[in-house]
């Protein structure tokens, strides 16, 4: 047999997920030279680009415009979109081998991670990225209801998400209006009652994950007066002696930021963000109706590991802080796929370099491959994610020099579309969604906005004009 | 970044070798499986050494009969582990200060996998790549 990667027979590859990763590793493969390549990219949403359209926050629509790239490598002659179609509900693994080369997973991670503490399950306590897929009009996400009638609310970390959702709710709804935040969120958040958010970080200033414009950003919040307590933007003896041996331009600054933020005065705005470190919550209090309370919170002290990293230690010092709403933010997990190798351990895809491994044999699987957050965990920026991509596409086309490609039965393009027709008849190609993206953006023109989003999958086909 | 999600897409993460174990086998496991040490474990699977290329040539130009030797004889007793938690950059610095080039990572006292230098620096590398992609993409969508 000829090997697949000509014209007569391109190398058919299925990505699945069109977050980043997905348009990364689809760009990479299409511009190979000397390899004819067809690139079918899946997603369970009728939707494209994943956490760009429905994790990053609508008041940072400059790390949006990163789609224009995406939407480049799908005006390519051999990309297609199957939106609204699930791996393990409308299409199996067993089809994708049955139809592809090559089968890509890039799913992303899609869970928090719990704290592990009493009470985590109180009403009023949720994962923040709950909150973010419904604010952001993730249509899984659309009907939950937060009780913005809390006026005390925790964000429990200081990564991005934690930072973004603490900013979120102390965006006033002039600030909020001038985004594209789903219209229903826009609402509950006008009549938002919220008055103090506490983010909590469990290490110090120098060891906090936000990065340096996300912390400058909430200190130039219209509504919201950002305090930080001086004893803790001070940095303990074991910082102070880290950073002196290593001086990193960039935890400097934010520490001098921070510092800054220590010596301001509140200047009298209706919400106050309180950035706190060096503290962990260790238990949830409810009241009789079983809503969330009170928070208690340990003090922690830093240590060395031997590899040198500063980590939190907790001392017997509490203290107990009155909160209605909880936002946990410590961590997001992979979600294992039907049908795919998962690695318990790692919260990932079982893999080698992108390489999906046979559980049993630690070999990998022919034909199988991952990248992005489900292949190493969720780290770094968007950005992050290409030299990922091309990491496994290296492997993936490594491995068709040496023959290692499935044996795909009906491998003609036209064969895979009749099956999703099928089995999807109300699927979404890519013109589907270019015309839904054209209308987003023309009724949130009429209002003032960068885009209104369609926030369900009815509103998106009856904009379509389906009946 | 956590040092734990360089192993998240490392596959098979460590090979170990018992300390009664001769230089010979040692080398041919390197060999075998292309890696630059290996990590000694006791009965218990605890780390109680690690032995690397270096540590066999620098033997060898000593002991020509070398490989029929223990391995613990020519070891690394005092072991710098890490921990999943450990910060990428900290461990970077400690890495290159106190020049070792493999780190054995434990998580409740169990081995769990090892971490090059390159595979450090690798992870540095691509966390900035990222960062600049991210900004570039950001500018020139800017310019239109």
Known sequence: MTRPGTEARPLRVAIIGSGPTGFYAADHLLCQQGVVVEVDMFDRLPTPYGLVRLGVAPDHQKIKSVTAAFDKTASHPRFRFFGWVELGKDVTVADLREHYDQILYSTGAQTDRRMGIPGEDLRGSHPATEFVAWYNGHPDYRDYRFDLSAERVAVVGVGNVAVDVARILCRTPEELATTDIADYALEALRGSRVREVHLLGRRGPAQAAFTNPEIKELGELGGADVIVRPEEAALDPLSRAALERTPERTTQKKVEILHSYASRPPSGKPRRLDIRFLVSPVELTGDAEGRVRSMRLVRNELYATGAGTLQPRATNEFEDVPVDLVFRSVGYKGVPLPGVPFNEKWGVILNDKGRVLDPETRQPLPGEYTAGWIKRGPTGVIGTNKPDAAETVACMLEDLAAGRVLTPARPESTAIEELVRQRKPDYFSYADWRRLDALEVARGKAVGRPRLKFTSVDEMGAALGRG | ?144
């Open chain 2, 1 to 144: 970044m956590h040092i734990g999600r360089i192993l998240a897409a490392k596959g098979v993460n460590v090979f170990t070798v018992r300390p009664e174990q001769s230089v010979g086998e040692a080398t041919a496991l390197l060999a075998e499986h292309n890696i630059g040490a290996l990590i000694v474990v006791n009965e218990l699977e605890r780390p109680v050494g690690i032995v690397s290329e270096r540590d066999i040539v620098r033997a060898l130009s000593r002991d020509e009969r070398l490989l029929g030797r223990a391995v613990t004889d020519i070891m690394t007793h005092d072991v710098v582990t890490g921990l999943p938690v450990d910060d990428l950059m900290s461990v970077l610095n400690t890495m290159t200060e106190k020049r070792i080039r493999h780190l054995p990572i434990l998580d409740g006292g169990k081995l769990v996998g090892i971490v090059s230098i390159g595979d450090v620096v690798k992870a540095q590398l691509d966390l900035y790549q990222g960062e600049v992609e991210t900004l570039e993409t950001q500018i020139i969508a800017q310019e239109h």
